[in-house]
């Protein structure tokens, strides 16, 4: 009977101890995976910031363009 009593222990914490290093090894890999997730993401910013900001000069040049052909417009037509 003591022996039965010490293996179901020894069995149980073995299954805690393999649960637990398990556990670790899943936390790991999930926190290489957001790690890599949160490099996509500030590339993904960086891109769409970069993008609207040359949207932004290209929109101001356009505006600049429309105002010089109206002063020439106004010029001449004085």
Do not use: P, T
């Given at each position: 009977?003591?022996?039965?009593?010490?293996?179901?222990?020894v069995v149980?914490?073995?299954?805690?101890f393999l649960?637990?290093?398990?556990?670790?090894?899943?936390?790991?890999?999930?926190?290489?995976?957001?790690?890599?997730?949160?490099?996509?993401?500030?590339?993904?910013?960086?891109?769409?910031?970069?993008?609207?900001?040359?949207?932004?000069?290209?929109?101001?040049?356009?505006?600049?363009?429309?105002?010089?052909?109206a002063i020439?417009?106004?010029?001449?037509?004085?």
């Amino acid at each position: 009977m003591i022996d039965g009593i010490n293996l179901q222990a020894v069995v149980i914490i073995g299954a805690v101890f393999l649960g637990v290093v398990k556990l670790i090894v899943i936390v790991a890999q999930m926190h290489s995976s957001i790690k890599v997730l949160e490099d996509k993401i500030k590339a993904l910013f960086e891109l769409h910031n970069k993008a609207v900001e040359e949207q932004n000069v290209w929109k101001q040049e356009q505006m600049v363009s429309i105002i010089a052909d109206a002063i020439k417009k106004k010029a001449n037509g004085k």
